[in-house]
C-alpha cells in the first residue's frame, strides 16, 4: 500500500513546527503585560462567555508542565477524566476507563486481568509512560517494560490525565508517544465514607469502602475493594471459564497547607489472579499478580511563596507468578529519586529544573539482572494576555547507553474574546532497551540494541462558542520513531532475535466536539484517523517495510450522551464505541490479516434512592456485539451489573 502522503505530512509538519513554536515563548517576553494580570475582557464579551472561560480554566493539568497549569494555557495535547466523569462511566478498570479518549486504543487478550496494551497515537504499548501520583508503572520485568494495566482498578483516584506526544524531556525514557498519570484523591472536609456492593453477570460479585477527610493541617484518603468473576473463556474457541480475581487497597495521607510546605505518603497494594488458556490445555493455567507502590513525597515553598520544591522517593515493586506446563516466577522492582524546583520569575514566568534517578531490576526464575539511569532537565513557562509558551531540554545518562538529549517546545494563543484557541507543540523522546530484550538467556535477547528515538508534533485548534454551549476540538499529530526494536526470525537458527529497523511512521487527525455541557443532557463526540506504517529491514513478524503496524486501526471514534436526573436525582450514561478495521495476527495460520470493524455500546445509571443510598446499573456490550479486539482472544457478550452505594 502507498503511504507516501502520510510521509509526506509527516516530514512537512514537524519541520515546520519547529520555528513556530520557539517564537512562542519569544513573543509572550515581548508583551507588555508579562508579568501584570490579564487584561479585562473585551468590552463586547456577554456574561455567559466570562462564565465559559471561567468554568475552562477551573481545569488545571499538572503533567504537561510538571506544574499546576490552567487547561487553556497548555500548548499540548491533553485529556483529563475528572473522578465525576468516571463515576457516571460506570468502569471498573482504568485500561476501561481510556477507551473513548481521543488518540487512545486499548486492547485486551480475554476478560479483565489479562494482558492489557495500551497504543497512544500508534505508538508501541510499551511507547506510554504509566504513572501514579510520579511513581512509575511501567514494569522492568515485563518483555519490553510496557506498564502492567490489567490488574489496575480506578478505586481511590481522582483523576487521569493522557498527555499525547514525546514527552521524554520532562520524564526520561518510555514516554516516546505519551504519558497516562493517574492521581491519588486528596481528602478534605469532613469524613466521609461510601460502602459499595455490586454483582450481575459471569457470577460477578464486588465489595468495595472508601472513605476521605482533611483539615487545615491533615489529610486522608483510603479505599479497599475485593472483585471476583467465574468470568468467560479467553480463547474465541474455547469451553472452560476463566475467573478472575481482584484485591486492592489504596491509600494517600497528607501533613501541612496543601497549597504550601508540607508531606504526602501515596501507596497502592494490588493483588490479582487470572486464568488463561494455554496452547495445550485450558484448565491448570494461571497468572498470580502483586504490585506494591509508595511514594513519599515532602515539598518546600519558600516564605515569599517564589520558590517552590519537591523531592520524592518511590519504589514500585511487581511479581508475576505463572502456574502451567512452563511455570515461572518473574519479578521487577524500580526505586527512584527526584527532586524538582520551581522558581516563579513573575506573575506568569517559572523556570522549573529537577533531577531523577532510578534503579532497576529485573528476574525470572532467581535469575536477573539490573541497570541504572539518571536525568537532569531545565523548562521555561511564560504567558502573557494572549499567549502562552514552555521551552525544555533535559539530558538523560543511562548505564548502558551513555547519553541522550531530549527537546520539547509548546506554545499557543488565544484570540478575540478568548474563545478561540491555537496550539502547538514539537519534542522528541527516548526509550532504552528492556532489560529482557537485552538478556542474552531470554526470549529474542539481544544485548547489542540502542535506544529507540522519537520526533512528533501537532497542531491544534478549539473553538468554544458563546454561553459554553459547544466546544469543537481538531488536532492534527504526526510522530517517527528511529530504531524500533522488534523480533525478526533468524532461517539460520530457527530463532527470533531483538533487532532495531529503521523507522516507523504515525500520523493522523483528532476531532473532539462537546455539546450542551451545561445542561440536563450533554453529549460529546470524537473521532481519530491514525495512519501508521513501518519502514526498513530486516522484516519482522508481522511487520514488513510499507505495511501498517499491528492491533491500531486507522478510524475509531465514539459518542457518549449524558443526561442529569431532575433534583440531582443521579445520571443516566451511554456510550458508543466504534473501531474499524486493523491488521492483526490470524492465530490458526499466524499470517496478517484484517481484523474487521466492530461498534460496542455501553450504559450506566446512577440513582439516589434517599440522601445516602444510591443504585447503580451497568449494562456493557448492550448491542451483544461478538467481536474481538486481538484475534483469536474472546470479550464478553452483553453483561449487566447491579450495586448499591451507602454514604455516611
Do not use: C
Not at 450506566?604 to 447503580?616: C, I, P, T, Y
Amino acid at each position: 500500500m502507498d503511504r507516501s502522503p502520510a510521509r509526506r505530512f509527516a516530514s512537512v509538519l514537524i519541520p515546520l513546527l519547529m520555528p513556530i513554536l520557539s517564537l512562542a515563548p519569544l513573543a509572550a517576553f515581548a508583551s507588555d503585560d508579562t508579568n501584570e494580570a490579564p487584561a479585562a475582557p473585551p468590552a463586547e464579551s456577554t456574561e455567559g462567555s466570562e462564565d465559559e472561560r471561567r468554568e475552562f480554566d477551573e481545569t488545571v493539568v499538572v503533567t504537561a508542565t510538571r506544574t499546576p497549569v490552567p487547561a487553556d494555557e497548555i500548548g499540548s495535547s491533553v485529556s483529563v477524566l475528572d473522578a465525576e466523569r468516571l463515576e457516571r462511566r460506570g468502569a471498573r478498570l482504568v485500561a476501561d476507563a481510556l477507551r473513548r479518549v481521543p488518540g487512545v486504543d486499548v486492547r485486551r487478550t480475554g476478560g479483565p486481568g489479562s494482558a492489557t496494551s495500551v497504543f497512544l497515537r500508534g505508538t508501541d504499548s510499551d511507547h506510554t509512560l504509566v504513572l501514579l501520583d510520579g511513581i512509575e508503572l511501567n514494569d522492568p520485568s515485563s518483555p519490553n517494560r510496557a506498564a502492567v494495566l490489567g490488574d489496575l482498578t480506578l478505586d481511590g483516584l481522582d483523576r487521569i490525565e493522557v498527555l499525547r506526544g514525546p514527552q521524554s524531556t520532562l520524564y526520561g525514557s518510555d514516554a516516546v508517544g505519551g504519558v497516562i498519570q493517574l492521581f491519588t484523591r486528596r481528602g478534605a472536609g469532613d469524613p466521609r465514607t461510601d460502602v459499595r456492593v455490586e454483582g450481575g453477570s459471569y457470577g460477578t460479585l464486588g465489595l468495595g469502602v472508601a472513605s476521605s477527610g482533611g483539615g487545615e493541617r491533615a489529610s486522608y484518603s483510603v479505599s479497599a475493594s475485593r472483585w471476583t468473576t467465574d468470568g468467560f473463556s479467553a480463547a474465541t474457541g474455547g469451553v472452560e471459564d476463566d475467573a478472575y480475581d481482584n484485591s486492592t487497597l489504596s491509600g494517600r495521607l497528607g501533613w501541612g497547607d496543601p497549597d504550601g510546605s508540607g508531606v504526602d505518603v501515596v501507596a497502592r497494594w494490588v493483588d490479582g489472579s487470572v486464568d488463561f488458556d494455554g496452547f495445550d490445555a485450558e484448565a491448570g493455567n494461571r497468572i498470580d499478580s502483586r504490585e506494591t507502590l509508595a511514594r513519599l513525597a515532602p515539598r518546600l515553598v519558600s516564605a515569599d511563596g517564589r520558590l517552590r520544591q519537591r523531592w520524592g522517593v518511590a519504589l514500585a515493586r511487581h511479581r508475576r507468578d505463572t502456574t502451567s506446563a512452563a511455570p515461572s516466577l518473574i519479578e521487577g522492582e524500580l526505586f527512584s529519586v527526584d527532586w524538582q524546583a520551581d522558581l516563579a520569575l513573575g506573575a506568569r514566568h517559572t523556570l522549573s529544573g529537577g533531577l531523577a534517578s532510578e534503579w532497576e531490576t529485573a528476574e525470572l526464575s532467581g535469575q536477573g539482572d539490573g541497570t541504572r539511569s539518571i536525568g537532569a532537565f531545565v523548562q521555561d513557562r511564560v504567558s502573557g494576555a494572549h499567549w502562552f509558551g514552555t521551552a525544555g531540554v533535559r539530558l538523560d545518562d543511562h548505564a548502558d547507553f551513555g547519553s541522550e538529549s531530549t527537546f520539547r517546545l509548546a506554545g499557543g494563543r488565544r484570540f478575540g474574546d478568548g474563545r478561540t484557541i491555537v496550539r502547538a507543540s514539537a519534542g522528541s523522546g527516548y526509550k532504552a532497551p528492556s532489560l529482557t530484550e537485552l538478556s542474552a538467556s531470554a526470549f529474542a535477547g539481544n544485548p547489542d540494541l540502542e535506544p529507540e528515538t522519537s520526533l512528533g508534533a501537532d497542531l491544534g485548534v478549539e473553538r468554544r462558542t458563546a454561553g459554553g454551549r459547544a466546544a469543537l476540538r481538531a488536532t492534527l499529530f504526526a510522530t517517527r520513531i528511529d530504531e524500533l526494536i522488534v523480533a525478526v526470525f533468524d532461517p539460520g537458527t530457527g530463532l527470533f532475535r531483538n533487532v532495531n529497523v529503521d523507522e516507523a511512521d504515525s500520523t493522523g487527525v483528532e476531532l473532539g466536539l462537546d455539546l450542551d455541557p451545561r445542561g440536563p443532557l450533554s453529549v460529546a463526540a470524537s473521532y481519530t484517523w491514525n495512519d501508521t506504517e513501518a519502514r526498513g529491514t530486516p522484516q519482522s513478524f508481522g511487520l514488513q517495510p510499507g505495511s501498517r503496524l499491528l492491533r491500531r486501526p486507522e478510524h475509531r471514534g465514539g459518542v457518549e450522551f449524558d443526561l442529569a436526573f431532575p433534583s440531582e436525582r443521579g445520571h443516566a450514561f451511554v456510550a458508543a464505541t466504534w473501531v474499524g478495521d486493523r491488521a492483526d495476527v490470524d492465530p490458526a495460520t499466524f499470517a496478517v490479516v484484517e481484523a474487521p470493524s466492530y461498534v460496542v455500546v455501553d450504559a450506566a445509571a446512577q440513582v439516589a434512592l434517599g440522601a445516602a443510598l444510591r443504585l447503580e446499573l451497568r449494562v456493557d456490550n448492550l448491542l451483544d456485539e461478538d467481536y474481538e479486539e486481538v484475534l483469536g482472544f474472546a470479550t464478553a457478550g452483553r453483561s449487566g451489573y447491579a450495586g448499591l452505594r451507602y454514604a455516611f
